[in-house]
């Protein structure tokens, strides 16, 4: 089982990134996807996260609501971030999980993790 997160990097405040997941060693359609991430010294947070197929319902932290959108391809085994009109308070490392289909986005019920990619957003 193997999560490769990218495209984290440096924008500007109000700028825009797109972070990967690929997945590989299960059956990528049948779990939940999540996007955590870390500050120092904080607690990791679900930013967002996307029921299995079969239900596909979303979640957003209320401080990302409008700005960031999960989505996933199932027939290539990835799940995107989209995150626009990024704020210097989204500095943070991101990671991309699995978890059971019905997951809530919860960091301690998922079940895979991939290495998290850095986001920093600053002027």
């Known amino acids: 089982v193997q999560l490769q997160a990218s495209g984290g990097g440096l924008v500007q405040p109000g700028g825009s990134l797109r972070l990967s997941c690929a997945a590989s060693?299960?059956?990528?359609?049948?779990?939940?996807i999540g996007w955590f991430r870390q500050a120092p010294g904080k607690e990791r947070e679900g930013v967002s996260c996307?029921?299995?197929?079969?239900?596909?319902?979303?979640y957003y932290l209320d401080s990302v609501k409008g700005r960031f959108t999960i989505s996933r391809d199932n027939a290539e085994n990835t799940g995107y971030l989209q995150m626009n009109n990024l704020k210097p308070e989204d500095t943070a490392v991101y990671y991309c999980?699995?978890?059971?289909?019905?997951?809530?986005?919860?960091?301690?019920?998922?079940?895979?993790w991939g290495r998290g990619t850095q986001v920093t957003v600053s002027s």
């Open positions: 999980a699995a978890g059971p289909p019905l997951v809530s986005c919860d960091y301690r019920k998922m079940n895979y």
């Open positions: 060693g299960f059956n990528f359609d049948d779990y939940a």
């Open positions: 996307m029921r299995s197929t079969s239900d596909g319902s979303t």
